[in-house]
């Protein structure tokens, strides 16, 4: 419920000797195993996938949450979470599902973090699932489903070379994703709205400006209610659930799920310490 402070317990999952041995019982996994500890995280995904859709035990499932969590595969730890759930495995913790649904990648966008982790990670849950190689039918791509247009665009403001952007490289992807945010964000018509922005980033800023030409209110879940497509108005509630969730899973306050609760626009302010401290470092030089 709005305003209800979540009641799950986020940790890191443990990935234990047992754990280890369900996977090596398994002629996939043990050749997951193998690449990992090589480094080979993407060819490791691949086996661990597929053991995902081949009806392994209970018990084999609930070792490749483990190693996905511990490994930092989230696409992983996603799908084997949700067949879990799926599957009913009582012995098995809510708040071990939960803390695999809500994954912490060791992924950074380059040059470092200047918007909050549980912003963004909220985002690119929905947009992508933490699908590296995410393509929609409208040409979006990647971790935070980036059009080839804003790629350009948000490029030669910051002065990269389009042509050194790898798309499916998630220090790239975040990064053009993270500084459209910032942009959006500074936007005279956003002025730091997260609700605002986030209609933006699914239908575009203009879409946003010319809906409030017709429409004014100063009611935050009318306005998500009033807004043209069903598509963008779910795409603000989950997103925007995502982002209490991280923010719990993160230790950090609830200040937007407040201001919503009070009928106030939820304002974005950094919350994030570890970000807070890369920006101050990042000044400082």
């Given amino acids: 419920m709005l305003g209800d402070t979540p009641r799950y317990e986020?940790?890191?999952?443990?990935?234990?000797?047992?754990d280890i041995d369900a996977l090596i019982e398994n002629k996939y996994g043990k050749k997951a195993l193998a690449l990992l500890q090589i480094g080979q995280k993407d060819r490791a995904e691949l086996y661990l996938k597929y053991m995902i859709t081949s009806k392994v035990s209970d018990r084999t499932l609930h070792a490749i949450n483990s190693v996905?969590?511990?490994?930092?595969?989230?696409?992983?730890?996603?799908?084997?979470s949700s067949l879990i759930q799926d599957r009913g495995i009582l012995e098995i913790d809510d708040n071990i599902i939960y803390s695999a649904q809500y994954p912490l990648p060791d992924w950074e966008p380059m040059g470092g973090w200047s918007i909050d982790r549980a912003l963004l990670l909220a985002i690119t849950k929905q947009e992508s699932g933490f699908r590296t190689n995410a393509k929609s039918g409208a040409g979006a791509n990647g971790l935070m489903q980036i059009m080839p247009s804003t790629a350009k665009k948000v490029a030669k403001e910051n002065k990269v070379n389009i042509?050194?952007?790898?798309?499916?490289?998630?220090?790239?992807?975040?990064?053009?994703?993270?500084?459209?945010?910032?942009?959006?964000?500074?936007?005279?018509?956003?002025?730091?709205?997260?609700?605002?922005?986030?209609?933006?980033?699914?239908?575009?800023?203009?879409?946003?400006?010319?809906?409030?030409?017709?429409?004014?209110?100063?009611?935050?879940?009318l306005y998500?209610?009033?807004?043209?497509?069903?598509?963008?108005?779910?795409?603000?509630?989950?997103?925007?659930?995502n982002l209490w969730l991280y923010r719990a899973r993160l230790d950090q306050p609830l200040t937007t799920m407040k201001a919503l609760a009070n009928g106030e626009w939820p304002l974005y302010n950094s919350e994030d310490?570890?970000?807070?401290?890369?920006?101050?470092?990042?000044m400082s030089i």
């Fill in 68 to 80: 996905a969590t511990a490994y930092g595969l989230p696409r992983v730890s996603i799908q084997a």
């Fill in 224 to 241: 998500i209610e009033s807004f043209p497509t069903y598509e963008t108005r779910s795409y603000i509630k989950r997103v925007m659930s």
């Fill in 163 to 221: 042509s050194e952007i790898d798309m499916s490289k998630p220090e790239h992807n975040m990064f053009l994703g993270q500084q459209y945010i910032v942009d959006l964000l500074a936007n005279p018509s956003i002025n730091n709205n997260i609700i605002k922005m986030l209609a933006a980033y699914n239908a575009g800023m203009g879409t946003v400006v010319e809906f409030e030409k017709n429409f004014e209110t100063y009611d935050p879940l």
């Fill in 10 to 18: 986020f940790f890191e999952q443990d990935c234990t000797d047992e």
């Fill in 273 to 282: 310490e570890y970000v807070q401290k890369q920006i101050a470092d990042r």
